[in-house]
């Protein structure tokens, strides 16, 4: 796993989770940062497989920082919390799938979350990918039923013929029917 975010107000702090991360993933690049300002800066400008949050972060609130993560971006999220609160914390943020950690931090525990983690950005990425690929395929619904209009208002066509002439036409031509579409569109704009 790798490039991580590690956030944390206290160095020491992230120094720790830093070599937790590392004999789970080895080499993982590790970005440190101090601040959710500066946190909020880097997972907008930046790709990474995990953002781990460690808490407090001095007048900070480290559960909207995690509500604005999993919001804008599909990276797993990690917060560590004191003990007293982890029920509170846990309770809060569950809905919105980030994966809380009580402190101290039990090793075995630590790294089953970051295994968690893992396999919840494969499960996200992948889940963006079918989301990708249906836009794709609506977008192309989307320019065929243009085309199809096209013709029936410029050669009188029902709309059955027109369907099947853009079928035709792309097993006709070894085209897609989006590239029929596209063709018939640019022919009557």
């Not at 080499?27 to 440190?32: G, K, N, R, V, Y």
């Not at 029902?158 to 097993?171: F, G, L, P, T, V």
Request: hydrophobic content about 45%; overall charge negative.
């Amino acid at each position: 796993m790798s490039p991580v975010l590690v956030v944390s107000a206290v160095s020491k702090g992230a120094e720790a989770l830093s070599t937790l991360i590392r004999q789970v993933e080895g080499q993982a690049d590790i970005t440190l940062c101090g601040s959710a300002t500066e946190a909020r800066r880097l997972v907008l400008d930046y790709e990474y497989d995990l953002v781990v949050i460690n808490t407090p972060l001095g007048t900070e609130n480290a559960e909207d920082l995690c509500r604005m993560i999993v919001e804008e971006t599909l990276f797993p999220v990690v917060l560590i919390v004191n003990n007293e609160l982890f029920m509170d914390i846990q309770e809060q943020l569950e809905n919105c799938g980030v994966l809380v950690v009580a402190k101290p931090i039990i090793r075995e525990v630590f790294f089953q979350t970051l295994g968690i983690a893992k396999s919840l950005r494969r499960r996200l990425l992948g889940m963006q990918d079918e989301k990708n690929k249906l836009q794709k395929k609506i977008e192309e619904i989307k320019m065929v039923d243009q085309a199809k209009w096209s013709l029936v208002r410029n050669l009188g066509m029902d709309e059955n013929q027109a369907h099947r002439y853009i079928e035709k036409q792309a097993m006709d031509q070894r085209k897609s029917r989006f590239e029929i579409a596209y063709a018939i569109l640019r022919t009557y704009k």
